[in-house]
């Protein structure tokens, strides 16, 4: 395997998480203490900052404030949903990218992202091939959704699993204050892919947390979401629900869909306001108080409800990249093997961007309820190991010290 | 000052807190260990459980369980919304209270609530005074709004700012990852007053909050918040806006009140959506991206977030008013007295009920800026020593472990 000096880039895309900046801080302190990596980079607003030639030089950032990344919610580099074109239909900004490499002679390319990151960094890796220049290009993965293929689990989906849970479980104690009856509905992220929505469970199994749950993997039906729903009203007078947002009718139309026409910079519908829907419809047909609560940003950027666990794995997913290329890898996306039994155990591994770019890992049907209104005993023991842990938070006058990054432009 | 032996009831009453267990369980265990009071009771929602005669025994709850409830959002025993009667009107009610209290021999009543809680406390404590019935009848405040007169300020309050200002600073975070334009509206709850939309700017003083924080106390004028958030958004293409639930425009109405109906027990509007109907507004104006974020019950239940200080002087507030009653004092509300120069310190005092029922204590004016979008430092100074201290949560499992009461229904 041959040694390569150079310097590095460090991106970050999609949507943020509590913990990407962990994943950066992995790659950055890292690629600053390698011997063959020159000079470290971060891409402003992920490979857009490429494109514009954005670059921050991160050697002149004051450690401590690094340190501190790891804490720090949403992506501190910022962050971009921009699609790059298909290389053999045009390639403008393949030739730009490859521009800006040779300009600051970029050897290692670290992209920290979704399914659809992984997409852009396996497109960038394919041309610098084609085109014989010699660069390593790694994905560190991040998604609240824990939809990307061939890992155990996302650095960020704990975190925001964690979020889900605790928030479900006191907004259970609020909802169950009163003598009067009461529907609560909860609406969490998650367009495909019901990881999040199931996190909800983890309340319930803890004693407090929704009667039912309801995830994209089960086509909705109204009729019987609502007889769901009244069924337990009435025996209890009250019903607490979660709901993914991305739960749709049998032909695949979104249940919010009505709602809302926006779409983001990938053409994905942008969801929302469920929540409150289901509530009026809920309330329609029973007469109940009816409470339709978004946990909307908070579950991806509560950085304050962090998992230790997450917070450790995403600096190791990151770590793990920059070693992997400096020692000849590329064209890789770091990954987690895992095992439960005898004690949660994690173990890096690095899988093929190929294998991983555009295709969504979905919640076994076996691991939902035969009803599709609840989860079974094995998401909760894939999930619990995963939100273990309460980092020690740096806090100035009782509030979070987020990271404060210089963002020298590079020259 | 003659001494009373007797029973007690403890009731909690009005919107839950994150911190009003630990009032209930300063009242308990002082009550639980003074002499003079033979048994203690926890009234089932309220003054309701006491007409409706569903007293629980606190004798027989597991003190470890007590102990957890400091930790434990809502109302542990159950709320209720209940207005009673005019005495000279219609005494149904108060014949029945008495009723009961002479059934548990009761001579000791606290009252855990808020403005409303205090009126109902008033009108038991002048009921049983002219009725001649020996009873001491004390008031333990609580209530998030922070509006009660004659205190410094409201256990709940504090943790509840502390949840709104970590929440915008996450928020600040995740909603300036992308470099494209981006409005945030972010709702807080506050019918009459200011002081949780206000917390906002906690989050601002920190380094990353709202750029507009509007409070109900100034009168709301629709094209001046256009051209607020306009004038920041075109500057810098990103603006963050914290509303309280309760803006009104200059004749009273509500801005949110065309899109709910709904009213509360006490005929109070409900109110809600507000911040995606602003939202859309801005969208319709500036063509920017929007976001509408309702904290809605989180902020009242985040008791994973709450301050030690809210937990210690909620705690201090229930055994404050425990041993007032039984040295003598009746008909009084405990309230807190608090200076800030040179540390901050907090001193329990008693005022009388008929002064604390039904008054609304509003955000001074001149802690507003002149133009009614933010506040000024005095806020900051006020606020800011409230939120101090993180308590040490138990977690099971890093989820909370919230109290478990056994509630024996006393016979």
């Not at 804490?71 to 910022?78: C, E, I, K, W």
């Not at 739960?247 to 919010?256: N, P, Q, R």
Request: some cysteine.
């Amino acid at each position: 395997m041959s040694q390569l000096k150079g310097s590095c880039i460090i991106g970050q895309s999609g949507g943020p998480t509590s913990v990407i900046n962990a994943s950066a801080q992995g790659v950055i302190q890292t690629a600053l203490n390698c011997p063959d990596i020159t000079r470290v980079y971060g891409a402003a607003h992920g490979i857009k900052g490429v494109l514009e030639d954005k670059l921050y030089d991160m050697n002149q950032e004051d450690p401590a404030e690094l340190d501190l990344l790891q804490y720090t919610p949403s992506s501190a580099l910022g962050s971009c949903r921009y699609k790059l074109a298909d290389p053999d239909v045009d390639d403008t900004d393949y030739r730009r990218i490859l521009e800006i490499f040779r300009k600051y002679d970029v050897r290692y390319f670290f992209y920290n992202g979704g399914n659809d990151s992984m997409d852009t960094c396996n497109k960038i890796s394919k041309y610098m091939q084609k085109v014989g220049y010699d660069c390593r290009i790694m994905g560190v993965p991040k998604t609240i959704d824990n939809d990307l293929f061939g890992t155990d689990h996302c650095p960020g989906y704990a975190s925001a699993a964690k979020y889900i849970a605790t928030s479900c479980m006191e907004v259970w104690q609020d909802a169950h204050v009163y003598d009067t009856g009461m529907v609560t509905i909860i609406e969490i992220m998650g367009r495909h892919a019901g990881w999040l929505a199931g996190a909800a469970a983890l309340a319930t199994w803890a004693g407090f947390g929704p009667d039912l749950v309801y995830l994209p993997e089960v086509d909705f039906d109204m009729d019987r979401f609502l007889a769901d729903v009244t069924a337990i009203y009435e025996k209890t007078g009250k019903c607490m629900v979660a709901v993914s947002e991305g739960i749709h009718y049998a032909d695949g139309t979104f249940v919010s869909e009505a709602k809302t026409s926006a779409t983001d910079g990938f053409g994905h519908a942008q969801l929302g306001g469920l929540a409150v829907m289901l509530a009026e419809t809920v309330k329609q047909r029973t007469g109940a108080k009816v409470r339709g609560i978004e946990l909307s940003l908070l579950q991806r950027c509560g950085a304050h409800l962090a998992s230790l666990t997450d917070i450790s794995e995403a600096y190791l997913a990151g770590k793990t990249a920059v070693e992997a290329a400096v020692s000849g890898v590329t064209d890789k996306m770091v990954a987690f093997e895992c095992t439960r039994e005898g004690g949660y155990v994690c173990k890096p591994k690095l899988i093929g961007l190929t294998e991983v770019a555009n295709v969504e890992k979905k919640v076994p049907r076996e691991w939902i309820n035969a009803a599709g209104n609840g989860v079974e005993q094995p998401f909760i023991d894939y999930a619990l190991p995963l939100i273990q842990g309460e980092p020690s938070l740096p806090r100035e006058h009782s509030l979070p010290r987020f990271a404060k990054l210089k963002k020298v432009l590079a020259k």
